[in-house]
């Protein structure tokens, strides 16, 4: 599996600047394989998450090209391209993502349920809970969650349907030591069974568990040499 | 709750299953469920346009019934009086106000007017007022008729009653709280109640009826008591009112025009022009709550796309998380239009029993505020209104959702997501 970003551009117009628009990704060129991790780091407003929702099918480019193994994900109409990130693309958005009226295992059941008429996932998703350490709140809903446990559910969630790419953007921010650790680990061992994991931060705390390092820098990607990877 | 009545621990196990399935169409319950606030403020918007709309339309509904209720009980064309101000008054007092009246003019008068050109049908009227005395069991217009030639008032109690009246038998308005086979005194004269006449909705619903022999011997005892001044004469010779049916092909205001000249000391009226008062007035409080409905569903329908609106921009985050996971836009507006339509439906119909439950509790008092003929539909004509009146606070507040929700999902969610954080 292969996702590939060719001369993506995100174009943004204000009107208030002197220059009536802006570029948040500028020509960027990128290559996400399966088996691998990837770590983009930047400051914030850098361009990072842009570029994230990019690559998931989120936010359509202003020019270039998003190809998940050749076919351009943005050709597809609404349907197709909602499906496709279902059954093939996991995504980690920023911040708390729990989904209020529902329980934590409903939360992480959710992506399998859109596309199935069975209700049969739930020896999964405790399975995925137990995996990010929040088995016992299973029950809960999110607004009983601390900052942490949410992000923990939404990684859980984004790994559900054991999708072939893992787009985390911010996967450990408000995470203690002990949680960063957790997750990072989960996003290696997700690599390792064959999925491609990018995760996008503007730490480089991830960068010993990363095959590559890559920093945004104004809306444009530069692949960091001589750091020690794992 | 449910699971009280479930007996074993392996039925409360299955029910607990069944309720917890997890599929995309039970997300909108999943949502209306654990956001009850939300759940009931929403619900109360389209309870308030549900129940403006079906309660304002049964008062137009009943004061238009009224009318024509009553102007299918006149049944005459004209209505012929004796030629005072005050017998023309105590007319409109007994029919619009329901205050119990008589007056009473020459029996002679009658053959006059029998032989007026374009007179089909001509009958009698006796009024007389009971009073609030040892004498009579309750104050009420006592109404008499002419079996023989009567053409207004026995087609009314024919509904009721399929024999003809006996001596001392009377037929009561439905407002007159007595059963049939109950008696009523009235000057000392007990009489029968032998039916219960249909409702009117106007003030001939709270009067008492009896034959010509039977008002004959109540206006003799009420002499006789000393408390009916004005029948002095005989009762065989007097008569309170004539009503007239004009024959096809003549017109109502030529034969009202010539009584007016040829025949002294009547007066004549058509009972389209005595009821126009009443058709202005009812009209006016007609047009008035047509205009309160429509000022009322505008403000809701404003109101019901600002509070969809600021409920789903309050919401962007959770549609985004959706879109993520891989909703498409199709699916999340089926699902939240499914939401809003479950939310205005519940709203809708709740508004639409407690509509129909308020009028019938207090269609009495309305009717006593507003002084006009008040005759609510029937049991199946206000389902049917309700059924209208549901459908469109629904389909108003599935539409206004369904707009927002279109609105956002244009946007994409990446910007949604950037926005939030």
């Known amino acids: 599996m292969i996702l590939k970003a060719e001369a993506v551009t995100k174009k943004y117009f204000r009107k208030s600047a002197d220059k009536n628009y802006f570029y948040a990704v500028n020509e960027t060129d990128f290559t996400l394989e399966g088996g691998k991790l990837t770590e983009i780091i930047g400051r914030s407003g850098s361009g990072k998450t842009t570029f994230l929702n990019m690559l998931a099918g989120l936010l359509s480019p202003s020019s270039g090209k998003v190809l998940l193994d050749g076919e351009d994900i943005y050709s597809l109409n609404d349907k197709k391209l909602s499906a496709l990130r279902n059954q093939k693309i996991g995504v980690v958005p920023q911040g708390q993502t729990g989904l ?131 | 709750m449910l699971l009280c009545f479930l007996k074993t621990e392996a039925q409360k196990a299955k029910w607990r299953g069944k309720a917890n399935k997890m599929s995309i169409h039970t997300l909108p319950f999943k949502n209306i469920i654990r956001k009850p606030g939300r759940t009931v403020a929403l619900m109360i918007i389209v309870f308030l346009m549900s129940f403006t709309l079906l309660a304002g339309t049964v008062a137009v509904s009943s004061l238009q019934s009224g009318l024509s209720s009553l102007e299918t009980r006149l049944g005459a064309d004209i209505i012929v009086l004796p030629d005072t101000t005050k017998s023309k008054t ?39 007022a009971s009073v609030s005395a040892g004498c009579c069991s309750m104050p009420v217009q006592i109404i008499g008729f002419d079996p023989e030639t009567d053409f207004s008032v026995t087609p009314w109690i024919r509904q009721s009653y399929g024999k003809d009246l006996g001596k001392h038998d009377i037929v009561v ?42 008002i004959k011997d109540l206006i003799s005892a009420s002499k006789e008591k000393g408390l009916n001044e004005l029948a002095q004469k005989d009762p065989d010779k007097i008569i309170s009112s004539v009503l007239i049916k004009v024959k096809d092909g003549y017109g109502i205001d030529d034969v009202k025009d010539y009584i007016n000249i040829y025949v002294r000391h009547v007066e004549a009226v058509g009972t389209k022009s005595m009821i126009s008062g009443i058709a202005e007035s009812l009209s006016g409080a007609a047009d008035m709550i047509k205009v309160l409905i429509a000022a009322v569903w505008i403000f809701i329908f404003v109101l019901l796309f600002v509070v969809f609106s600021a409920m789903i921009n309050e919401r962007k985050k959770e549609f985004a998380v959706y879109r993520v996971i891989g909703i498409s836009r ?92």
């Open chain 1, 100 to 230: 209020d009226s529902l329980t934590v295992l409903e939360n992480v059941k959710l992506p399998y349920i859109l596309y199935s008429k069975n209700d049969d996932a739930d020896e999964k998703a405790k399975e995925l809970l137990e995996k990010v350490g929040i088995a016992d709140l299973a029950d809960s809903y999110p607004k009983e969650l601390s900052g942490g446990e949410v992000r923990r559910l939404a990684i859980a969630r984004a790994l559900m349907n054991s999708p072939e790419v893992i787009l985390a953007d911010e996967p450990t921010g408000d995470l203690d030591d002990e949680n960063t650790e957790i997750v990072l680990k989960l996003l290696r061992k997700t690599a390792d069974d064959g999925a491609a994991v990018l995760i996008v931060t503007h730490e480089a705390e991830a960068k010993q568990y990363a095959d590559s390092l890559y920093r945004m820098n104004t809306g444009k990607l530069i692949q960091v040499e001589g750091v020690k990877l794992a």
């Open chain 2, 90 to 128: 105590d007319l409109e007092n007994i029919m619009f106000q329901g205050v119990p009246g008589c007056f009473y003019m020459d029996r002679s008068y009658l053959d006059q007017l029998s032989e007026v050109e374009g007179v089909e049908k001509i009958t009698a009227q006796y009024y007389l």
């Open chain 2, 173 to 214: 308005g439905c407002n007159i709280n007595k059963v049939v086979g109950g008696k009523l005194k009235f000057y000392g004269l007990e009489c029968n109640i032998a039916a219960k006449l249909d409702e009117t909705g106007t003030e001939l619903d709270n009067a008492v009826y009896c034959n010509v022999d039977t």
């Open chain 2, 330 to 421: 199709a699916m999340l507006a089926k699902t939240l239009l499914m939401e809003a339509a479950i939310l205005s439906l519940i709203g809708a119909l709740a508004g639409c029993i407690f509509a129909a439950l308020f009028m019938t509790a207090f269609g009495t008092v309305i009717e006593q505020q507003l002084g006009l003929p008040f005759l609510m539909p029937d049991i199946g004509t206000i389902s049917l209104y309700g059924l209208i009146a549901a459908a469109a606070a629904a389909v108003i507040g599935s539409v206004s959702a369904f707009y927002a929700a279109f609105k956002l999902s244009r946007v994409d969610t990446g910007l949604i997501l950037r926005e939030g954080n």
